[in-house]
C-alpha cells in the first residue's frame, strides 16, 4: 500500500457496556419514514412496499454527553430520536434468522437534521446529504450488546428538550422491524461489522436553538444527551 499525502483523524468509536474496546463506526445506514405518525407530521405517506434509507458520515458522529455547535445553514434544525442496531457480523441477503444473529448491539441515537434544507431538496427531487449528513449531527450513546437485551414491541422510545417530553412511542409502531430491515438492506450492500443501522423516528419531531438540552431514552438502553450551544 502506498504511503499516505496526509493524515486522517482517528476512526470514531462508540462505548460497548461491559467492554474496554469501542465499537469502530463503520458505514451509518438511516432508514426514512419507518413510524406511520412521524410521516403523516411531515406531509408524506409511507411507503409500504420496501423501506428506502439514507446515509450518515462516520466522522460526523459524536458521542451521547456532546455540546455541540448549532450548524450553519440551517433555521429549522430537528432532533430526531431512534433506535440503532450495530451490526458484528458479515450478512449478505440475510435470512431473518442469519438478520437476528448479525446484530452486536442497540443504542439510543440522535438523527439531527436540517429540516428546511431536507424539504428544500425533497421538493427538487435532489439528495437529502445538505439536510441529513451534517457536523455532530449523528450521536450514539453506548452499545449494549444483544445477549444483554432484545427489543419488545411494548418498548418505550421517547426524548425530551429541556424537559418537556416531545416524543413519546413504543416499538410495536415500527412498520419495517428490525430483522426485516437487516434482510431488506443485506440485498443491496454486503453488511459487515462497524455497520449502524438507524431505524427511524415516532412522531413529535420538532425544532431546537442554541441553548437547548436534548435527553432521551429507549427503556433498558443506556440514555442519550446532548447541548446545543453557540
Request: proline letters at 8%; glycine letters at 10%; aromatic letters at 8%.
Amino acid at each position: 500500500m502506498s504511503q499516505v499525502l496526509f493524515d486522517l483523524p482517528p476512526v470514531p468509536t462508540i462505548p460497548v457496556i461491559g467492554e474496554t474496546e469501542g465499537y469502530p463506526i463503520g458505514r451509518i445506514f438511516c432508514v426514512g419514514r419507518n413510524y406511520a405518525a412521524h410521516a403523516e407530521e411531515m406531509g408524506v405517506e409511507v411507503d409500504r412496499e420496501a423501506p428506502f434509507y439514507f446515509t450518515k458520515s462516520a466522522p460526523n458522529a459524536v458521542l451521547s454527553g456532546a455540546t455541540v455547535p448549532y450548524p450553519p445553514g440551517t433555521e429549522n434544525y430537528h432532533y430526531e430520536m431512534e433506535l440503532a442496531l450495530a451490526m458484528g457480523q458479515p450478512v449478505f441477503q440475510a435470512s431473518p434468522e442469519e438478520a437476528w444473529a448479525a446484530i452486536y448491539g442497540y443504542c439510543c441515537a440522535l438523527d439531527m437534521t436540517r429540516r428546511d434544507l431536507q424539504i428544500r431538496e425533497r421538493k427538487k427531487q435532489r439528495p437529502w446529504d445538505l439536510g441529513k449528513d451534517v457536523e455532530n449531527a449523528a450521536v450514539f450513546a453506548p452499545i449494549t450488546k444483544s445477549d444483554m437485551w432484545a427489543p419488545q414491541d411494548t418498548t418505550r422510545i421517547h426524548l425530551d428538550v429541556n424537559g418537556d417530553t416531545r416524543q413519546d412511542a413504543t416499538l410495536s409502531e415500527l412498520i419495517w422491524k428490525l430483522d426485516e430491515i437487516i434482510c431488506h438492506l443485506s440485498g443491496f450492500y454486503h453488511l459487515r461489522p462497524g455497520d449502524l443501522i438507524l431505524t427511524g423516528t415516532p412522531a413529535g419531531v420538532g425544532p431546537v436553538v442554541s441553548g437547548d438540552d436534548l435527553s432521551g431514552g429507549i427503556d433498558g438502553l443506556s440514555p442519550i444527551s446532548l447541548s446545543l450551544r453557540g
